[in-house]
T-cell receptor, first 112, second 111 residues
């Protein structure tokens, strides 16, 4: 199993540009999550999904959108990038009945 | 989920045991204690979890006090690769929500 994979690893955006951060898991997990981590801070939840076709907002959803058309994929969309979205983004997944989350390697995003 | 308190940083000599404390005085009966760690620039990694009994796996041991108000993560023979931020998280088992990460303890293992 590859686990949770994320692409790209790094990206620099200009203010106002848009992009999609990709996340894929091959563990057949129902639950998937997007977190962001600012320097020196813990992770904050952006959006999560409890299964295909179902998504919900987390603590910091403004400026982001998600979709979950398949069990495996959970892309995160930034429509109008802002400097405040400069952060490291982590995707995670977990199975039903457990709290063990498996994290991807992260995407480091800089908005200039 | 109950709040946790951890020291911001700790040092440990290579080869010695690293004992990382966590206070969770408001923990309720159905909440588990989870430990994750984050090595620099990587995604968090699950280490161990427990409810009230002590637990051990290939990575670490978890000691939970009898009143469950505190716990200690033990890395029995710390290596340089164990240098990381360690997060103690308390939550109801099997719930669908996210993990709430505080600032954790930055463990530095020194040669």
């Amino acid at each position: 199993n590859a686990g949770v994979t994320q692409t790209p690893k790094f990206r620099i955006l200009k203010i106002g540009q848009s992009m999609t951060l990709q996340c894929t898991q091959d563990m057949n997990h129902n639950y998937m999550y997007w977190y962001r981590q600012d320097p020196g801070m813990g992770l904050k939840l952006i959006y999560y999904s409890v299964g295909a076709g179902i998504t919900d907002k987390g603590e910091v959803p403004n400026g982001y959108n998600v979709s979950r058309s398949t069990t495996e994929d959970f892309p995160l969309r930034l429509e109008l990038a802002a400097p405040s979205q400069t952060s490291v983004y982590f995707c995670a997944s977990k199975g039903v009945g457990t709290d063990t989350q498996y994290f991807g390697p992260g995407t480091r995003l800089t908005v200039l | 989920d109950a709040k946790t308190t951890q020291p911001p940083s700790m040092d440990c000599a290579e080869g010695r045991a690293a004992n990382l404390p966590c206070n969770h005085s408001t923990i309720s009966g159905n909440e588990y204690v989870y430990w994750y760690r984050q090595i620099h620039s990587q995604g968090p990694q699950y280490i161990i979890h427990g409810l009230k009994n002590n637990e051990t796996n290939e990575m670490a041991s978890l000691i939970i006090t009898e009143d469950r108000k505190s716990s200690t993560l033990i890395l029995p023979h710390a290596t340089l690769r164990d240098t990381a931020v360690y997060y103690c998280i308390v939550r109801v088992g099997g719930s669908q929500g996210n993990l709430i990460f505080g600032k954790g303890t930055k463990l530095s293992v020194k040669p």
